[in-house]
């Protein structure tokens, strides 16, 4: 099915209609940068065994497969982003990593691991400045300096170990099919790849994307990939050390090595030393649920629980007719302010950082929430005090955060579930190719600056094997018993925050079915301004809004919502229209 266009008639419509307030401005100008590409219709999926949302349908096909094989959520999970690294390679894929919440059903157990990437052991604090000042952002994600050591493979490896059933090489089947037999290049990959152009691309990516005159391949046209075959076949034969030794990891290190503007110092031991970190999961009570999520390096985990602890006694609705009505859109948006300025000064890998623990103390929240006036937005709210702050500086951040970034969702037969945010960084990553996939950027989600004008340091700077901070926030929610109600999650770069927080809301405050949940409006503010998708259901709530004093900033927010939810005995699935996925169950 293609995508519906644009309705180009809202940016201006809405310009229009803001223009009265003095502090309206135009787009906001780093609207998501793997750019929305239009809208399809999706339908809610009802199943009863098993249900896999995901970004595209050929890799919901893929998880399904395994499931109906009598695999885990896992074994699904790994056959689903396998493919989603051919179908949508510029939002994730091997040459990046991921977190996993995943839920043991018999166990009773809620696991976090982290694949997230790594620096180098040559970086260094002052890895992104030039002549002591920060270097430019798009310089930087296209050289070697942005590429992290991956961490995806290990984390598949790792958690198929422990929570898989079927084969690894089986899970690798209908990835390799595809890169063999070739897959039809979407109408979102081709716009995407129209936008980015073939000239920021290395030669061999260059040649793989685009036609020989520089074109970017038609939608329709079948795409092959021998190359990222011929890697898939060496991990599922000799498994991740396949990945992190010998040929595939040399082929890494070269690319690094070799691309445009510098090289990244990315060694073979990097690639060797590195592990997945198995982290607390992190839980709140929201009302009559239970939402848990992960916590640092992300800042997705301790974002959104904080904001839903500040919102937890106001009064935001609790019918689906109250869906958007401007109360709610202020109060949520005043918390996520707050609670962005504590993520912002405070949230940093947490074997360099030392984290506050006090972030979500009762006491500490309450004091936060009198900050909140009901009838006035405030612009850039500070950061608190919170307990447990230890005797360390944090210095303002310096973070920029791009969004190529994927998400699946997945309930098996069994019970269990699996919710994993997945990345590249930014859209197509760094644009450096090895072994037939892409490689991350993911290290321009450190601060380019490690100290701000005051000279205090920042709790996200560079640091040899440091994980940059993140706003993935995969997230499953329980009722009082311990029973999955949903699974979710979004790419988004730090917008992935306000999206899981919209969905929690429509889920379990207004109560909206799944598909609907996922295509609400999103809204919601990083801290200063009140940013509205542009939409036509934002024209009434921007105008309503505006009198509170809101800086309101229309703009692109390209959501990528997957839910899995379990509601009156049976599964529903839902796939964000505003990305080409699918949910399919049975």
């Not at 980015?196 to 074109?215: E, L, Q």
């Not at 919102?311 to 707050?338: F, M, Q, S, W, Y």
């Not at 599964?571 to 080409?580: P, S, T």
Request: charged share 20%; glycine share 10%; aromatic share 6%.
């Amino acid at each position: 099915m293609l995508l519906r266009p644009l309705n180009c008639l809202l940016a201006p419509l809405l310009a229009i209609l803001l223009a009265a307030s003095a502090e309206a401005q135009l787009l906001d100008p780093r609207s998501s940068p793997e750019a929305a590409t239009g809208e399809q219709t999706h339908e809610l999926a009802i199943g009863k065994r098993h249900m896999v949302s995901a970004a595209n349908a050929l890799a919901a096909e893929a998880g399904r497969e395994m499931l109906r094989a009598g695999g885990s959520a896992i074994d699904a999970a790994i056959a689903t982003q396998l493919v989603l690294n051919l179908v949508e390679p510029q939002s994730s894929g091997i040459g990046g990593g991921a977190f996993i919440l995943y839920w043991d059903k018999a166990k009773a157990e809620l696991k976090v691991y982290d694949g997230r990437e790594t620096a180098p052991a040559s970086a260094t604090p002052d890895r992104f400045l030039v002549d002591g000042k920060p270097m430019p952002f798009n310089k930087a994600v296209l050289s070697g300096l942005s590429v992290g050591v991956p961490g995806l493979v290990r984390l598949l490896e790792d958690v198929h170990k422990q929570h898989g059933k079927l084969a690894w090489a089986k899970l690798f089947e209908p990835a390799i099919r595809l890169a063999e037999g070739g897959f039809e290049i979407s109408q979102r990959l081709h716009v995407l790849l129209r936008l980015d152009g073939p000239d920021s691309f290395v030669p061999a990516a260059r040649r793989y994307f685009f036609t020989d005159g520089g074109s970017a391949l038609p939608i329709g046209h079948r795409l092959r990939n021998a190359e990222f075959a011929a890697t898939l076949r060496a991990i599922a034969a000799g498994g991740a050390n396949a990945f992190y030794e010998g040929p595939i990891a040399q082929a890494i290190v070269d690319a690094v090595a070799a691309a445009p503007t510098a090289p990244g110092g990315m060694t073979l031991d990097d690639l060797k030393n590195y592990r997945v970190k198995e982290r607390p999961p992190l839980c709140v009570s929201y009302r009559a649920h239970e939402v848990c999520g992960v916590g640092p390096p992300s800042s997705g985990g301790p974002t959104v629980a904080q904001t839903l602890k500040l919102i937890e006694p106001l009064d935001i609705g609790t019918t689906p007719d109250a869906a958007l009505n401007a109360r709610a859109v202020h109060l949520i948006t005043e918390a996520e302010k707050l609670a962005f300025a504590d993520r912002n000064k405070y949230v940093g890998d947490p074997d360099f950082v030392a984290v506050p623990d006090g972030l979500l103390d009762d006491a500490y929240i309450a004091e936060r929430r009198k900050l909140i006036d009901p009838q006035r937005g405030v612009d850039k709210p500070k950061a608190g005090e919170p307990p447990g702050l230890k005797r360390q500086s944090f210095g303002v951040d310096a973070t920029i955060e791009r969004s190529g970034t994927s998400h699946i969702s997945i309930v098996d037969e069994a019970g269990n579930a699996v919710s994993m945010t997945t990345t590249i960084e930014g859209g197509f990553g760094s644009h450096n190719w090895a072994a037939g996939f892409l490689l991350n950027n993911e290290l321009t989600d450190f601060s380019f600056a490690p100290v701000d004008a005051a000279g205090q340091p920042v709790a996200n700077a560079v640091a040899p094997g440091k994980r940059p901070r993140s706003s993935m926030a995969p997230t499953i929610v329980f009722d009082t018993q311990r029973n999955v109600e949903a699974v979710l999650g979004s790419p988004g770069g730090s917008r992935i925050i306000l999206y899981v927080l919209k969905t929690l809301v429509a889920l379990l405050d207004w109560g909206l079915d799944a598909q609907r949940a996922a295509d609400l409006t999103n809204f919601g503010s990083q801290g200063s301004g009140l940013e509205i998708e542009l939409d036509w259901a934002a024209v009434p709530l921007g105008l309503t809004l505006r009198p509170l004093g809101h800086r309101i900033v229309p703009s692109l927010m390209n959501s990528g919502i997957h839910i899995v939810m379990r509601r009156d005995g049976r599964l529903e699935g839902a796939a964000d229209a505003r990305r080409e996925g699918a949910a399919l169950g049975d």
